[in-house]
Nanobody, 123 residues
Framework: QAQLVESGGGLVQAGGSLRLSCAASGRTFSTYAVGWFRQVPEKEREFVAAIRFYRTAYADSVKGRFTISRDNAKNTVYLQMNSLKPEDTAVYYC??????????????????WGRGTQVTVSS
C-alpha cells in the first residue's frame, strides 16, 4: 500500500483560502482515483473531491469553491480551497484506490489513507 502524507492545513478566516497537498510514496498516483474526505468529531467521514487522470468529482457542498488537481511529476494531489466557510472546518484526509471500477464517493472504496490535516475556518 501507498504511504500518503497530507499537509497544508491550518487556521484561516472565513472567505480565505488554503491549499492542501497529498504526497505519495511507494506508489504512483497516476493510475487510479485519489480522493479527499473530511471528518468532524462525532460525524461520519464525508466525501469532498476525487480525481483520476483528469476526470474530477466534487461534493455539492464544495462545488465552485474547491479544486482538486494533480502533479504527476511530483506524485502529489492538491486540494485548492477558496471562499472557505466555518462549516468547512474538519480534519481532511486524502485516500487512494489501488484498483479501479469502484465509486469515488464512498470511503470504503479506498485502500490507502493519510493521517489527516486539520483545517479550521474562523467566522
Amino acid at each position: 500500500q501507498a504511504q500518503l502524507v497530507e499537509s497544508g492545513g491550518g487556521l484561516v478566516q472565513a472567505g480565505g483560502s488554503l491549499r492542501l497537498s497529498c504526497a505519495a510514496s511507494g506508489r504512483t498516483f497516476s493510475t487510479y482515483a485519489v480522493g479527499w474526505f473530511r471528518q468532524v468529531p462525532e460525524k461520519e467521514r464525508e466525501f469532498v473531491a476525487a480525481i483520476r487522470f483528469y476526470r474530477t468529482a466534487y461534493a455539492d457542498s464544495v462545488k465552485g469553491r474547491f479544486t482538486i488537481s494533480r502533479d504527476n511529476a511530483k506524485n502529489t494531489v492538491y486540494l485548492q480551497m477558496n471562499s472557505l466557510k466555518p462549516e468547512d472546518t474538519a480534519v481532511y484526509y486524502c485516500a487512494a484506490q489501488d484498483w479501479g471500477g469502484r465509486s469515488w464517493s464512498e470511503e470504503w472504496n479506498y485502500d490507502s489513507w493519510g493521517r489527516g490535516t486539520q483545517v479550521t475556518v474562523s467566522s
